[in-house]
C-alpha cells in the first residue's frame, strides 16, 4: 500500500511539473494550447498563443486584424479597376477620333477640286450644282465638329496657317493674308489641315 502511494505521490508531481513546464521557455509557445486546472497559470487555448503571462493574454492584440487588410486589399482593386475604366474610356475616344480624323483626310481633297471645277465652269446652273454638292459636304463635317479655318482678313498664323509665298502690298498690313490657295480645316483644336495662303509683308523702312 505504502508503494502505490508513493507512486500517486510522484504521478501527482510529474504532471504539477509538466504543467509548469507547458507554459514556461520554450515549451509554451509549442504548447500554449492547454487548460491547467490552476486560474493562475495560462488560460490561453489559441494554439498560436506567444504571449500569456500569468492571467492576461495579449495573442488576439497580436494578430493582424483581417477584416482591415481585406477592406484595404478590396480598396487597392477598385482603385485599379477605376484607373484601368478611365484609361479604357480615354483609348475608345482617342481611337474613335482617330477613326474620324483618318475619314476627313480621305474627304478634304474633293472640297479642293470643288473649288477649281467652279473656276473653270462657266455655266452659272453647272456651277450652281457644284455648289450644292460642296455645301453639302461642308455641313456633313460641320456636324462632325469639323471647322474651316478662317483665313479671310486674319493675320497669320503658322499654327493654322502654311505660308506658300510672300508679297508686298502696301494698302494692307503687314503680315496678313491676302489670298487663300487651299482651304484649312480642324477638329477642335487639332489641326487636320494647315490652310496654304499667301502672306502680305512689308519691309521695314530703313
Given at each position: 500500500?505504502?508503494?502505490?502511494?508513493?507512486?500517486?505521490?510522484?504521478?501527482?508531481?510529474?504532471?504539477?511539473?509538466?504543467?509548469?513546464?507547458?507554459?514556461?521557455?520554450?515549451?509554451?509557445e509549442?504548447?500554449?494550447?492547454?487548460?491547467?486546472?490552476n486560474?493562475?497559470?495560462?488560460?490561453?487555448?489559441?494554439?498560436?498563443?506567444?504571449g500569456?503571462?500569468?492571467?492576461?493574454?495579449?495573442?488576439?492584440?497580436?494578430?493582424?486584424?483581417?477584416?482591415?487588410?481585406?477592406?484595404?486589399?478590396?480598396?487597392?482593386?477598385?482603385?485599379?479597376?477605376?484607373?484601368?475604366?478611365?484609361?479604357?474610356?480615354?483609348?475608345?475616344?482617342?481611337?474613335?477620333?482617330?477613326?474620324?480624323?483618318?475619314?476627313?483626310?480621305?474627304?478634304?481633297?474633293?472640297?479642293?477640286?470643288?473649288?477649281?471645277?467652279?473656276?473653270?465652269?462657266?455655266?452659272?446652273?453647272?456651277?450652281?450644282?457644284?455648289?450644292?454638292?460642296?455645301?453639302?459636304?461642308?455641313?456633313?463635317?460641320?456636324?462632325?465638329?469639323?471647322?474651316?479655318i478662317?483665313?479671310?482678313?486674319?493675320?497669320?498664323?503658322?499654327?493654322?496657317?502654311?505660308?506658300?509665298?510672300?508679297?508686298?502690298?502696301?494698302?494692307?498690313?503687314?503680315?496678313?493674308?491676302?489670298?487663300?490657295?487651299?482651304?484649312?480645316?480642324?477638329?477642335?483644336?487639332?489641326?487636320?489641315?494647315?490652310?496654304?495662303?499667301?502672306?502680305?509683308?512689308?519691309?521695314?523702312?530703313?
Open positions: 500500500m505504502a508503494y502505490k502511494k508513493q507512486e500517486s505521490v510522484n504521478d501527482e508531481l510529474d504532471k504539477q511539473e509538466q504543467q509548469k513546464k507547458c507554459c514556461s521557455g520554450d515549451d509554451k509549442k504548447h500554449c494550447n492547454c487548460k491547467h486546472e486560474e493562475h497559470e495560462c488560460k490561453c487555448e489559441d494554439k498560436d498563443c506567444n500569456c503571462k500569468g492571467d492576461e493574454c495579449n495573442c488576439n492584440n497580436e494578430k493582424p486584424n483581417l477584416a482591415d487588410e481585406y477592406l484595404n486589399m478590396a480598396r487597392i482593386i477598385q482603385a485599379d479597376f477605376d484607373n484601368y475604366r478611365k484609361r479604357s474610356i480615354e483609348s475608345i475616344k482617342q481611337a474613335k477620333r482617330d477613326g474620324m480624323i483618318s475619314a476627313i483626310e480621305v474627304i478634304l481633297p474633293c472640297l479642293d477640286v470643288f473649288k477649281k471645277a467652279k473656276q473653270m465652269i462657266k455655266d452659272e446652273n453647272d456651277k450652281k450644282g457644284i455648289e450644292m454638292v460642296e455645301n453639302e459636304i461642308n455641313n456633313s463635317l460641320k456636324t462632325l465638329g469639323v471647322e474651316k478662317n483665313t479671310q482678313d486674319a493675320k497669320f498664323d503658322p499654327n493654322l496657317h502654311h505660308a506658300l509665298s510672300i508679297v508686298e502690298d502696301k494698302t494692307k498690313p503687314d503680315n496678313v493674308i491676302v489670298e487663300e490657295y487651299q482651304a484649312g480645316y480642324k477638329l477642335g483644336d487639332k489641326v487636320i489641315k494647315y490652310s496654304q495662303v499667301i502672306v502680305n509683308k512689308l519691309k521695314e523702312d530703313k
